[in-house]
């Protein structure tokens, strides 16, 4: 049992942080990214977005908002639709790990609307084995497929002609032995519930009597709940909370081709883990034991602060001051041109600095729509070789009831 814990977060460490050796090895002084539990929360679901380097927080409304900002759904047009993406994940390490998302709204007159996703993500298989004897010799335990699944429910509303604002409800499940346990160690499921929030802010500018540019402002804080745990509450680990704020700007050259610049910022919203200290040469043996005592009572405090105390405390913890907090926020840049509203090309730009985990990486991707349905496709393009999430695919289908009754009726 306790390797297949240590192998899950190996793995589920090169989920989160994927791309981290590179960095580890060049700095490894100033290494310290941020630690949660269901790793596979973060991960952009569909196309669409993963296309624009993970934009989606002020875009215009699409049928996968509820992973963006759910606040969109309120101003969608269609009476409802749904969409379904799959991403098969760190494709140049393994072939069997992959996750698969649904969403979809519906709207409850011009005003308001319901959406739901279920997102399942799974490990793969993971052999498991024992703890080694003195003689290096490990016994094989079989095998277990790691799991983990989310399921939501939002609701959105307009507050005024531009504004809306939604909340949703989820609940987490997170499985990484399948119920298996040894060594006399206990094991168990992870579970939580958490919450939304989210606001957008859409105002279209005229330029002629037929067209309109739109500004657009969002925000969404992610993922705010209660710890989890694997081992029957004896450690507890942070959800992936966050706050994803961002905006943009949509500009029509003329009646078919419009383009649109996005940029969203993110911010963990978890407690910097303290760094442990290493000896130095300069300092004496019982230099070295306070400071590693220091340590050992910051990683407690670390270690019981819940988790809405560690949503305030995330903006000003980080042992490197301000400057490792501005270290902290990722941002993406991303483009979509769009000809008549029915064909789309997209790409985008991730940065995430390097103490922090060092995903960088571009992203291109393309899609077209039609009165039912619509298809995206997106691509990643990591800035090295080393980094695993090179050459990663997204695939997004979604269907829209007002086609669909439009195909009935004719």
């Known amino acids: 049992m306790k390797n297949s814990v240590i192998k899950y977060s190996l793995l589920a460490g090169m989920l989160s942080v994927a791309g981290t050796a590179m960095a580890a090895n060049e700095k490894t002084e100033m290494f310290n990214p941020l630690q949660s539990a269901v790793p596979s929360l973060s991960i952009a679901p569909d196309a669409r977005g993963g296309s624009m380097g993970d934009v989606g927080a002020a875009t215009s409304p699409d049928l996968n908002s509820q992973y963006w900002n759910l606040a969109k759904y309120a101003q969608m047009n269609g009476q409802g639709g749904a969409a379904l993406s799959y991403t098969p994940w760190l494709r140049d390490i393994v072939d069997d790990i992959y996750m698969a998302y649904l969403a979809g709204y519906y709207k409850l007159g011009d005003s308001r609307a319901l959406s739901a996703s279920l997102r399942y993500f799974s490990y793969g298989d993971i052999e498991l084995t024992s703890a080694p004897t003195p003689g290096g010799q490990v016994q094989s335990m079989g095998s277990c497929r790691p799991y983990e699944f989310a399921v939501d429910l939002g609701y959105s509303q307009m507050l005024s002609e531009y504004w809306s604002a939604g909340v949703a409800l989820r609940f987490i499940y997170s499985d990484i032995t399948n119920g298996m346990a040894s060594d006399g160690q206990s094991a168990t499921a992870a579970k939580a519930i958490a919450a939304d929030v989210a606001a957008y802010y859409r105002k279209p500018i005229p330029l002629s009597e037929t067209r309109n540019a739109y500004v657009g402002f969002g925000v969404n804080a992610s993922n705010i709940g209660s710890k989890v745990s694997y081992d029957d509450g004896a450690t507890e680990e942070f959800l992936p909370t966050n706050l994803r704020v961002g905006g943009n700007f949509e500009y029509p050259f003329d009646d078919y081709s419009t383009l649109a610049l996005?940029?969203?910022?993110?911010?963990?919203?978890?407690p910097t883990a303290p760094i442990a200290p290493s000896k130095q040469p300069s300092e004496t043996n019982e230099q070295y034991?306070?400071?590693?005592?220091?340590?050992?009572?910051?990683?407690?405090?670390?270690?019981?602060?819940g988790s809405i105390a560690g949503m305030f405390r995330s903006f000003t913890d980080a042992p490197g001051g301000f400057s490792e907090e501005l270290d902290e926020i990722m941002w993406s840049l991303g483009l979509e041109y769009s000809y008549n509203k029915k064909f789309f090309v997209r790409g985008g730009y991730f940065h995430e600095s390097e103490s922090k985990g060092n995903r960088k990486y571009f992203s291109v991707g393309a899609g077209f729509k039609l009165s039912m349905f619509e298809l995206n496709g997106a691509y990643l393009i990591a800035t090295s070789n080393s980094n695993p999430l090179n050459k990663t695919l997204r695939f997004s289908l979604g269907f829209n009831i007002d086609g669909l009754k439009k195909m009935v009726e004719e």
């Open 289 to 305: 034991q306070a400071r590693v005592a220091e340590y050992q009572k910051k990683y407690e405090d670390y270690q019981n602060k």
């Open 262 to 270: 996005s940029l969203d910022l993110n911010k963990l919203m978890v």
